[in-house]
């Protein structure tokens, strides 16, 4: 008995909700019509809410979104771990609007701001012969065999001048190889000279032998500013560009955040 009590009034609860919300009835025309006019301002007032809605939207995520920086640092072939952090920056959507890069960092990060994908930079580098990377000159296969097995045994040389004065290199290669590959790798970004105009603005840093600043290329050869960015001190010769050096810039700033930040950068992703 109780239970049947409990669904009668179910029933009237719900018809009487139900019947609270049926529209008002109408008979004469003008009553129609003034019903009519109305739902037409609600419409009208909902669609200027939601154009309003639209362009506070669109101005929100394209124009006043905090810009993101991406920074990833030098540390040989660690470097390689960049692409897992840009295959997960991928997968969540996350823009980024400036990247900056230190010695191996330089190299992922240039060919993510000129437009190569996770999985294209993934390709590059595991296709890399490093070997190869690490002879001195490009016309090796014009060497004779002895010549190419004393610059395996010995890649260091030593010179001396007239005056019995012994020369050591500055480093063990002089880095000629490594840029002629750089510069396959970057061929796709071949005339733009200002990094700003690249899909992602990017900038390599690099250290000034001569005075040990940390300094940011932002212009010029892709392939050299690299090259600049990874000549670490004793492997590869300082790369000189007019009456300057420069060796790699981990030297003087191997996680350069506030370079990222002087770009423009509101949040930074750094590695």
Partial sequence: MKFLKKIVLFYLLSLSIFASHLPNRV?????????????????ELKRKNLEN???TFLKTT???????????????????????????????????????GTSAGSIIAAMYSVGYTPDEIEKTVTDLQFYELFRNASNRDLESIVQKTQSNKYPLTISLNEDF?????MG?????YIYLELKKIFARAEGVKDFKEFPIPFRAMTTNLQ????????????????????AIPTF?????????????????????VIQAINMGADVVIGV
Avoid: C
Wanted: no cysteine; hydrophobic share 40%.
């Fill in 27 to 43: 008979n004469s025309k003008e009553a129609k019509v003034k019903e009519i006019e109305r739902q037409i301002e609600e419409l």
């Fill in 53 to 55: 809605l639209k362009a």
């Fill in 62 to 100: 394209d124009e006043n979104r905090p810009k993101v920086g991406l920074v990833l640092s030098g540390g040989g072939a660690k470097g390689a771990a960049h692409i897992g952090v840009l295959r997960v920056i991928e997968k969540y959507g996350i823009p980024v609007d400036y990247v900056v």
């Fill in 165 to 169: 004065n012994l020369s050591l290199p």
């Fill in 172 to 176: 063990v290669l002089n880095g000629e």
């Fill in 211 to 230: 005075t040990g600043e940390s300094v940011a290329i932002d212009s010029g050869d892709l392939a050299l500013a690299t090259l600049k960015s990874m």
């Fill in 236 to 256: 590869l010769d300082p790369i000189r560009d007019g009456d300057n050096y420069y060796v790699d810039g981990g030297v003087a700033d191997n996680f350069p």
